[in-house]
C-alpha cells in the first residue's frame, strides 16, 4: 500500500512499514483512532490509580485473575462471536458488526482495517468497563483490575497488527502465535484461536501439528463453510 488512504478514523501513508523496526510499526499502528482510543483509557486508568494512592498487593489479584483468563477470553470471542453464524429471529437477522469485520478479515487479511478492532464497539465497550468499575465501588485495587484489562486489550491489538505486518519473528514464542495464527488464516479457520497465548487452544485441544489437518477450502470464506 503506497497511498494515503483513511482507515479507522485516522488517515495513514503506506499503512504496512517495509522495515523491520518495532518503532516503525509502533507509530504506524498508533495513527488509528482505535488504539489510541484504548491507549487514552489506558492512561487516564493509570493516572486514576495514582491519584487513588493507597496501594497494596490487592492490586494484583485484578490483573492476575485477567492474565489467567486471558487464553480461554481470546479463545471464545473469537469461536462464539468472531465466528458467529448469522441467525434470523422472528424475522430479524443477527449477525454483530464485529463477525462481519471478522469475516471480511478472513478474506482479506492485510487489509489494515480489518486487522484492528472496530473504533464503534470500542467507543461503547470502554466507557462501560469504567462505568462499571465507577459503579462497583472506586477503589484502588479496582481502577488497577481496569488499567491491566485496556492495557491486555492494547496487547492483543498490538499483536495481531504485528503478525499481519510484514515483520518477521525474531524471538522463539513470538514465532509461536505469528505461525499458529497465519495458520488460522492460510491452514484452518477451524483451529488456532489464540493470538497473544496459544495455551487456550492447548488446553481445548486446537493446536494441532500443522500437517495434523487438512487445508480448508473455506479459510478465506468462513461463509463458504456454513450448511
Do not use: C
Not at 470502554?126 to 485495587?141: C, D, K, N, T
Amino acid at each position: 500500500m503506497s497511498t494515503t488512504e483513511t482507515i479507522g478514523g485516522a488517515t495513514a501513508t503506506d499503512a504496512w512499514p517495509e522495515s523491520q523496526s518495532l518503532v516503525a510499526h509502533a507509530r504506524v499502528l498508533m495513527r488509528y483512532s482505535g488504539p489510541q482510543f484504548i491507549a487514552a483509557f489506558l492512561v487516564g486508568a493509570i493516572a486514576l490509580r495514582v491519584a487513588i494512592g493507597g496501594f497494596s498487593w490487592r492490586d494484583l489479584i485484578g490483573p492476575a485473575v485477567i492474565l489467567a483468563l486471558e487464553p480461554f477470553i481470546e479463545w471464545m470471542i473469537h469461536v462464539f462471536l468472531l465466528h458467529f453464524r448469522p441467525k434470523t429471529v422472528r424475522g430479524r437477522v443477527i449477525d454483530p458488526l464485529v463477525s462481519r469485520k471478522h469475516r471480511a478479515h478472513h478474506i482479506d487479511p492485510r487489509d489494515l482495517e480489518l486487522v484492528l478492532v472496530p473504533t464503534k464497539v470500542l467507543r461503547i465497550a470502554l466507557p462501560v468497563a469504567a462505568l462499571i468499575v465507577a459503579l462497583v465501588g472506586r477503589s484502588g485495587p479496582g481502577v488497577s483490575t481496569l488499567a491491566a484489562a485496556y492495557a491486555m486489550l492494547l496487547t492483543y491489538e498490538w499483536t495481531h497488527f504485528l503478525i499481519h505486518s510484514k515483520y518477521r519473528p525474531r524471538h522463539a514464542y513470538y514465532r509461536l502465535i505469528w505461525r499458529h495464527h497465519r495458520n488460522h488464516h492460510f491452514r484452518n479457520e477451524h483451529y488456532w484461536f489464540g493470538v497473544t497465548v496459544d495455551f487456550g487452544d492447548r488446553v481445548l485441544r486446537t493446536a494441532p501439528a500443522r500437517d495434523a489437518v487438512p487445508v480448508s477450502p473455506t479459510a478465506k470464506n468462513l461463509a463458504a463453510g456454513w450448511d
